[in-house]
């Protein structure tokens, strides 16, 4: 039953939209295709609902009068749908009055893949409803909405999906918007559903017309004849529900976007947060006390089916013995929370996973009782279900063993492989690596290219007895693409191990988001994720096999190989530097372009509340022309962009409205240019040429976001893509800094004449970690060094 309630987790939440955002153009290839044998070619359920009978024709040329004139009664009202795809598809973007039927312009409703997936409008009020007109998505996908339904009625359960039908949407245009006749039926919510498939339905606006019904109305017309087969029409949509997600049996992490707390923190660098931030180089660390805690509010109660924690690996594992990891419903009284297991000991960076057999519970406590002690916690994973989901109990749906010491992660042992690379920063090992970091272009993910069947694997260099496969998506784009992956357990490593016993399928994940599936205690050597019977990429940020091997197993070191993993070629006209000191260098950027630019690697994660960058430009391009200076983006936004704008003002964006400033041109000779910034007050200064010439504020409150790209040469419209030659930078670039903080006046001025300056904490021209793509050459310089 956990695999049925499955997809009722997954609902994201509203979000805003970004006016440069364009989507990917690889993801359409890859949406929807692995669903296709219940979604176009056949129709499991027959028509057998009792709310498909038709409203029979009324005669209400008396009122069309008043329709004619009537407004749109969905325009800003309250939506709701079966879940949302991303930040750009929230419900009420279908009736926000907006004419755009492109999706990234943020004007249009979105759901994620869903089985029957609904919209739905509270129009406040009983109305008889005349029309209703829908518009289509109009960049793509048009074909999602055939057969999808209107219905319309006072029951918002089930998100009003067996209210009366209205019409059938039997097909669009791109962008088409058709009007459809409800010959007056009467109802407060309108629905737009598509029953019997598994689809997303994308809705760019719906308008509602109609006219109030009196407090005194009363009809019985409109309430459907119960249909003869009406009475097996629910066993039969759980009946295919099993079958569509038999293989779905899976919880996802429900740790990330807990709250967490301590009874102490050791430091700065201890918080509680650290444990739940996916990322296990961070630990939280208490001081030395008598029965030291650590504990995530999960927000609401679930059902825990295990707990994965990771030790502490630089030293002092032995702190960590004897934790209590409890599970209750009490965020006070924790030693009386109830015990799923204890941890005997761990090895040093060691994750365990502990069974916890679907015990119910809000709070998750580690806990060493009964002795003075410091608890580190580096990572804790909490896999689980919500406990509100209908449901049987967990004896019914796994069968797992007790564990009473953890099983360890054998992956992280295992020497991988996988079908194919997509680049040389796509290496199979990195999704064993330990990290739960996410985002491919920062290196933390594995990559195929696009081809049919892709696969990944992981050898264990013995059999073993795998309870279950955690496994992460990729964060930063793409997230339908694993939609249908196949996890697989087995002996046999031929084709991947795709003829190995399966475990687990992926019906569906999100950015980033880990999801644990299990395996019962399946016997194999090789574990493979697999995308079957479609062409497509496949991306994994993490794969973790918790499960046990035979006593006294030794895995052989990964260096031990003979043949370790090839690592391909890096891709054409690329240049790679891990670290260099470009004093007396400048990049040079000799031509327009939409494929030369420089990646820039920071020394510390972009989450910046204050910065100061400097650098020094040189260009020939005419005033009257947008040239790109520095671009830092994430998924959604332009974190940080500095350009010029058309009429030749300088251009400061933090994900939003820009800053503009007025300036003199860029030197064909050189100019050096300073931007300061701080939260705090918003102030913002441009210094050119070691003069302040501007001071302003702007975006106070604000926090620039990590985990994105960061370039020269190139605007990005969509992360690290979508560039314009129209808008890239031609001529030289050098002497680049860039500090977490404002950097005092006096040493701006220093820099600006080539003096000594403290070390940019994030980039440093000194020591700067680059790649160089497409037509971009280092050539030497005689002036202006920072020595």
């Known amino acids: 039953m956990i695999g049925i309630t499955l997809l009722l987790l997954f609902a994201t939440l509203p979000g805003h939209s970004h006016e440069h955002v364009t989507e990917q153009s690889e993801v359409w290839s890859t949406t929807d295709p692995s669903f296709t044998k219940s979604d176009v070619t056949t129709d499991p359920w027959h028509d057998s609902d ?54 990234m312009d943020g004007h249009c409703a979105h759901t994620d893949l869903d089985i029957e997936p609904w919209w739905m409008v509270n129009l406040n009020a009983t109305y008889k409803v005349f029309s209703v007109s829908v518009t289509n998505r109009g960049d793509c996908c048009h074909t999602r909405i055939n057969s999808a339904e209107i219905r319309i009625g006072n029951s918002e359960k089930h998100g009003g999906t067996k209210n009366p039908r209205c019409a059938v949407i039997s097909s669009l245009e791109l962008g088409e918007t058709h009007s459809f006749d409800c010959k007056g039926m009467v109802g407060q919510y309108v629905t737009i559903t598509i029953p019997r498939r598994v689809r997303y339905l994308t809705l760019c606006e719906v308008e509602v017309f109609g006219l109030p019904v009196s407090s005194d ?63 296990t180089a961070q630990c939280s660390r208490t001081k030395q006390e008598f029965e030291p805690w650590w504990t995530v509010d999960l927000k609401s109660v679930f059902r825990v089916f295990s707990v994965a924690v990771t030790s502490r690996g630089d030293c002092c594992n032995e702190q ?110 990195k999704a064993i690596d330990g990290s739960l970091a996410s985002n491919y272009l920062n290196g933390d993910c594995t990559h195929t290219i696009q081809e049919f069947e892709p696969w990944w694997m992981v050898d264990l260099q013995a059999p073993a007895k795998v309870f279950s496969v955690a496994v992460t998506n990729r964060g930063d784009c793409c997230k339908e693409r694993i939609n249908n992956a196949e996890i697989r357990v087995g002996n046999s490593k031929e084709n991947g191990g795709k ?31 697999i995308i079957p019977e479609r062409k497509d990429y496949l991306t994994l940020c993490e794969v973790q096999v918790f499960g046990l091997q035979e006593p006294g197993f030794t895995p052989k070191p990964f260096e031990d190989y003979e043949d370790l993993e090839p690592v391909p070629e890096p891709l054409p006209r690329v240049e790679t530097h891990e670290v260099e000191d470009l004093r007396r260098k400048v ?50 936004f332009d974190e940080l962009t500095l350009w010029q704008e058309l009429d030749g003002r300088f251009g400061f964006y933090l994900s939003g409205e820009g800053l503009l400033f007025e300036v003199s041109d860029i030197a064909s000779s050189q100019t050096h240019l300073c931007l300061s910034w701080q939260s705090k007050s918003g102030l913002t200064e441009l210094w050119i040429n070691g ?35 129209k808008q890239s930078f031609v001529g030289q670039t050098t002497d680049l800094y860039m500090w977490n903080y404002v950097l005092p006046s006096y040493f701006i001025r220093k820099a600006n004449r080539g003096y000594r300056v403290p070390r940019g904490n994030i980039f440093d021209w000194r020591s700067l970690s680059y790649e160089l793509k497409g037509n971009v050459v280092i050539q030497q310089k005689n002036t202006h060094t920072y020595e």
Not at 222 to 242: C, F, M
Not at 500 to 529: A, H, W
Not at 697 to 722: C, W
């Open 499 to 529: 003829t190995n016993p399966r475990c687990g399928t992926v019906f569906r994940m999100d950015y980033g988001e880990t999801l644990s599936f299990y395996c019962k205690g399946m016997q194999g050597q090789y574990i493979s994720v």
């Open 50 to 103: 009792p709310f498909n009978t038709e409203i029979e024709p009324t005669d209400f040329s008396h009122e069309l009068d008043s329709i004619n004139t009537a407004s749109n009664l969905a325009l800003g009202r309250f939506t709701t749908q079966s879940s949302t795809f991303d930040k750009f598809g929230d419900s009420g973007n279908a009736v926000d009055g907006h004419s755009s039927n492109v999706y």
């Open 320 to 429: 960590i013995n004897g934790t209590q990891i409890l599970i209750g419903h009490s965020a006070e009284g924790r030693k009386k929370n109830p015990s799923c297991a204890t941890i005997t000991s761990m090895e040093l960076g060691e994750t365990l996973s502990f069974d916890c057999a679907g015990m119910e519970g809000r709070y998750v406590t580690l806990m060493i009782p009964n002795r003075n002690e410091t608890l580190t916690v580096c990572e804790v994973q909490v896999f689980g279900l919500s406990a509100d989901l209908p449901g049987h109990s967990v004896s019914e749906n796994f069968e797992l063993p007790s564990i009473p010491h953890g099983a360890p992660n054998l992956a992280l042992h295992g020497r991988t492989s996988q079908s194919s690379y997509y680049s040389y920063r796509a290496q199979s090992r």
């Open 217 to 279: 109305y009363h009809n019985d017309t409109y309430v459907p004849v119960q249909s003869p087969d009406g009475e097996n029409s629910s066993d039969e949509l759980v009946t295919e529900l099993k079958n569509i997600l038999k293989h779905s049996n899976a919880a996802p992490n429900v740790a990330v976007g807990g709250i967490s707390s301590q009874s102490s923190t050791y430091d700065a660098n201890g918080h509680s947060e650290n444990a739940v931030d996916d990322h």
């Open 587 to 636: 990049f040079h950027f000799p031509e327009e372009t939409n494929f030369s630019y420089v990646l820039l690697f920071p020394k510390k994660p972009l989450r910046l509340r204050a910065f100061t960058l400097c650098m020094r430009l040189a260009t020939d391009l005419p005033r009257n022309r947008e040239i790109i200076f520095f671009s830092h983006r994430t998924q959604y």
């Open 691 to 725: 003069k302040k010439v501007s001071r302003k504020f702007y975006r106070a409150g604000h926090e620039i976001q990590p985990n994105g790209i960061t370039m020269l040469g190139q605007d990005q419209d969509s992360l690290g893509g979508d560039f314009d030659a």
